[in-house]
């Protein structure tokens, strides 16, 4: 999961907060932090396996191969970035404002040989440094509860080739958000994505509707849209129990509160009910 902000710098508070938890994140999750994929409750798949066919769920919807180029926007640690262009061969430009994250994904990418095909970038996801037209393909994972999705739309639009693909996967709202939903699952945000504003906007998501309208506005057309809520609806549970599944000890680094404050997070995000997944792709329309 990236971490895209824009706009204002987040209250000194939130960025402690958001810097203790990711951590713990990392600890608990593994190195790839995002839904994962399962056939059912009975899947006994690890954690890493179920986030990992969730990655390559989601790339295979690209439609690239070797040689094409690919935006990874809010690319995080830059995990899927690599594992994109070890199995499909395609040359990514992977894109954050986190500097730690990007890092750790450059470094993760030439411990696995990959330094070549993957480069890492501190870019504004809303302000792309790139020419019209530039990528095969756009990837956007779990990273457009962050931003304002019309102007991220123009903006992929702008710099990805007609008849080009992107594919989004992000999690949505099955209900109108309340304010008693919000402050449950604020906290997951603010570790998520300490934006400027998460704690007091967590839960404004965007519902698929939305995505299609504003990917239209900006000259891309719907050409599939996948309902993943029944296969990832156990990812944030299994992530309470992942320490102990993973033999990891993060009360260790960062004390029993931290540990169990994560963990009382990702709860209560595993048990919203009115919270789904969605991946939609989309084609760039001839200009």
């Known amino acids: 999961m990236g971490n895209v902000r824009t ?21 608990t999750a593994g190195p790839e932090p995002h839904h994962g994929r399962r056939a059912g409750s009975h899947d006994d798949a690890s954690i890493l396996e179920a986030m990992e066919r969730m990655t390559d769920f989601v790339v295979a919807r690209l439609g690239v191969g070797r ?3 690919v935006l990874d926007v809010g690319c995080g640690n830059g995990r899927p970035a690599v594992r994109l262009a070890r199995t499909l061969g395609a040359r990514v ?6 500097e730690e994250a990007l890092r750790d994904g450059a470094e993760h990418a030439a411990a696995q040989g990959m330094a070549e095909m993957v480069r890492f970038r501190r870019v504004d996801a809303l302000d792309l440094p790139f020419a019209d037209a530039s990528f095969d393909a756009v990837l956007a994972f779990e990273v457009t509860p962050y931003l304002d999705v019309a102007a991220l739309y123009r903006s992929i639009a702008r710099v990805l080739r007609p008849g080009g693909r992107l594919v989004v996967e992000t999690p949505y709202p099955l209900v109108p958000m309340t304010e008693e939903i ?13 934006v400027s504003n998460a704690v007091s906007n967590a839960g404004s998501f965007d519902v698929p509707e939305d995505h299609l309208s504003a990917a239209r506005r900006a000259g ?4 599939e849209l996948v309902d993943i809520t029944e296969s990832v609806r156990d990812s944030f549970s299994r992530l309470t129990r992942g320490p102990g599944e993973r033999g990891a000890r993060p009360e260790a680094g960062y004390g029993a509160s931290g540990t169990a404050r994560l963990l009382d997070t990702f709860a209560a995000w595993a ?14 329309m001839e200009q």
Do not use: H, K, Q
Request: aromatic share 4%.
């Open 271 to 284: 048990d919203a009910a009115e919270v789904g997944g969605v991946v939609m792709t989309f084609t760039r």
């Open 93 to 98: 430009m992977a894109i954050d404002i986190d």
């Open 7 to 27: 706009g204002p710098s987040p209250s000194s508070g939130i960025e402690s907060t958001y810097n203790e938890l990711a951590a713990l994140m990392g600890e």
């Open 220 to 223: 891309m057309a719907a050409t």
């Open 182 to 194: 919000r402050e449950r699952i604020g906290p997951y945000l603010a570790v998520s994505n300490a």
């Open 67 to 69: 040689g094409s180029r």
